[in-house]
């Protein structure tokens, strides 16, 4: 087997891992305690579209997989990222997400949950922001608030709102719902490669590749000092 990817969940009872072996890309769940796999999922359809980015909802119970490439619905190729949301237990796909439509496809590079799984918000190399109902996935917002490539995504607890970071240093706080620009904040220095929520929703911190932290009132766009 060749490793791509693991990811704990959340409540670090099950792992998440990415092989391949002769070619054959698959995504395995374990049972970390009970040293013993839960289930296996791979595509099954001949396209070697390598998962390289995982992330778990907050429940433990699915896991958002990107992959590059996929059947169509003509039956050809499409080279271009998709979201694979997995169920756990079973080791099936219950939706699969193509990364916007043609003329602004880009690959995939950040994805959120919702707290409650209900809405999952991905981020592209260009720029794009796109927010999934998982209810209603035919109705998906395509945003793109960002001029450079998306960094990290973070909803707020109540999943309101939406935090977005890119490599232009630029962060957007956006609503949940339409994608609409709330706010616009801008790193002193670097780029954010996470944003994390104060559990009331008021504050929002970035942290950066180059070690730093920044934090503002997320009502205000105040900065706190250092």
């Known amino acids: 087997h060749e490793l791509e990817e693991i990811a704990w969940s959340p409540d670090g009872s099950k792992l998440a891992i990415a092989t391949t072996l002769d070619g054959d890309p698959a995504v395995e769940f374990w049972d970390v305690d009970r040293e013993r796999r839960i289930s296996r999922w791979a595509q099954r359809n001949g396209v070697e579209a390598y998962p390289h980015r995982m992330t778990w909802s907050s429940d433990g119970t699915r896991v958002a997989v990107v992959g590059e490439g996929d059947l169509g619905e003509n039956g050809a190729v499409v080279w271009a ?130 070690g730093e932290i920044q934090v503002w009132d997320a009502s205000r766009g105040y900065q706190f000092a250092p």
Request: hydrophobic share 40%.
């Open 81 to 210: 990222s998709h979201l694979h949301l997995v169920d756990v237990s079973t080791g099936t796909r219950t939706h699969k997400v193509l990364s916007g439509p043609r003329h602004t496809r880009g690959d995939i590079i950040a994805v959120a949950w919702s707290g409650d799984g209900n809405v999952l918000a991905f981020g592209t190399l260009l720029g794009t922001v796109e927010i999934v109902d998982l209810h209603r996935p035919s109705a998906t917002i395509s945003v793109k608030p960002h001029g450079e490539s998306i960094t990290a995504l973070a909803f707020t607890p109540d999943g309101q709102r939406l935090a977005s970071a890119a490599r232009d240093g630029v962060v957007k706080v956006l609503t949940a719902d339409q994608g609409e620009d709330l706010l616009t904040l801008r790193l002193e220095n670097g780029v954010a490669t996470q944003l994390a929520w104060s559990p009331d929703g008021q504050r929002l911190a970035a942290a950066t590749e180059t």
